[in-house]
Structures are given as C-alpha cells and as structure tokens.
C-alpha cells in the first residue's frame, strides 16, 4: 500500500512563529500535493510539486512556501503564522492521475494558531 | 459558479437502501472523475475514478458519467450505517490537479 506520511496530527503554534509541514511518501510518486480544508470551503490547494525543487502555486498559496528537495519530501511552509491559517492540512501524492486512480492522502495535520 | 458543485447535506437513507450522490462540474474539458469518502476527522480515501460515459460497478458501489450534461454520481446500494461519511467528488482536466466539491454528508440510519 501507497503511505503519505504526515509528520503531526496535531500542532499549536503561536502567531508570527515560522511553522514546518512534512510530508513523505514511499511509493516513489513524481506529484505531491498540500491542501487546507475548512468547513464549507472545502478541500483548497495551496501548491503542488511535479518533481524534485518543482513547484507550482495552487489557488491559495499567499503566506505559504513549500520545498522539495528529495522526490520523496514536500514540506509546507508557513513563513509567519496567523490565525487565518489555523486549518486542516492535507498531503497527497500521485502517479500520473489517468494511470493510478487519483491521490493518496496523508493522514492530514490539524494546525491551530494562537 | 463553483468548479465543482455538491449538495452538502446531509443525505439521510435508511439502512439497505439506495443512497444517490450526485455532483456537477462546469468545465467541459474534464476528462477524469474521482469519488472519495472521508470519515469525521480522517483524511479523505478514494472509492472510484471513472473516465468514459455511462456507468463503472464496484461491488456496493456505482458511478455514472454524463459529459453531455457534465453530472456525475455515485449509488451505494445496500447502504450501511458505517458508509455514513462525507463524500467528496473530484474533477481533472490533463493534468493532475485535482478540483474537489464541498463534499456531501450522508446519513445512513439504521
């Protein structure tokens, strides 16, 4: 089975604190996804990666950066926390979507900013 | 106009009936279509994908495919109290973003 890692469950931080998502995933997938979900609004990509030090901003990037320096690694990066931020994060990966069937998603990291 | 649109719900169905999920979509070059279940709290797990109109059978599960009217659906037949969950569709052009619904809420009592 495909696994996507997520290295929190549950994190607190403080407003203005620089945070660090982590994701890694073992099924050598070359795409690899971060996305927030809130009530009513749904699952919102905030970038996406199709390759080692590739990425691409999603419909939501603003006040995020994302690394990838290893195909196995995407990380989130929330450069000053706020409270708008406090969300449910969600890492996915894929093969190309037409031969796999779609993603995988991580267990997801609930983030509450204070 | 949402890209992807769902009625929220919920969706209540008494336990062994049809439970009906529909979802439409607003870009006609959609070519690949994705059902997913997420459980209160859990992330979301894919249940089908289907590409070609008409229908794709999964065991207890059935999705259909009109690019004409750009619908698609998903039917739980025989439904269960523990396919209660929220259940989100998802839309891709050619590449390998994938567009989500709100997701619907169903219900299945017993």
């Known amino acids: 089975d495909v696994k996507v890692t997520q290295s929190s469950r549950y994190l607190v931080k403080r407003t203005g604190e620089k945070v660090f998502l982590e994701c890694v995933q073992d099924?050598?997938?070359?795409?690899m996804f971060w996305y927030r979900q809130d009530p009513g609004l749904g699952l919102r990509l905030i970038y996406f990666s199709y390759d080692v030090k590739m990425k691409e901003k999603g419909d939501i990037p603003e006040g995020y950066s994302v690394s990838r320096e290893k195909k196995e690694r995407f990380s989130l990066i929330l450069e000053s926390a706020s409270t708008n931020q406090t969300s449910m994060y969600l890492c996915?990966?894929?093969?190309?979507?037409?031969?796999?069937?779609?993603?995988?998603f991580g267990s997801g990291t609930r983030l509450t900013v204070v | 106009q949402k890209e992807v649109e769902q009625n929220s719900g919920p969706l209540s169905v008494p336990e062994g009936a049809i439970a009906s999920l529909n979802c439409t979509y607003s870009?006609?070059?959609?070519?690949?279509f994705f059902w997913y279940r997420q459980y209160s709290g859990k992330s979301p797990e894919l249940i089908m994908f289907i590409y070609s109109n008409g229908d794709k059978e999964d065991g207890r599960f059935t999705a259909q495919l009109n690019k004409a009217s750009q619908y698609v659906s998903l039917l739980i037949r025989d439904s269960q109290p523990s396919d209660s969950a929220t259940y989100l569709c998802a839309v891709s052009r050619n590449t390998d973003k994938l567009i989500f619904g709100t997701g619907t809420r169903l219900q299945v009592f017993p």
């Open positions: 870009d006609r070059g959609s070519q690949s």
């Open positions: 099924m050598d997938h070359e795409n």
């Open positions: 996915a990966s894929s093969f190309l979507l037409r031969d796999s069937g779609g993603y995988t």
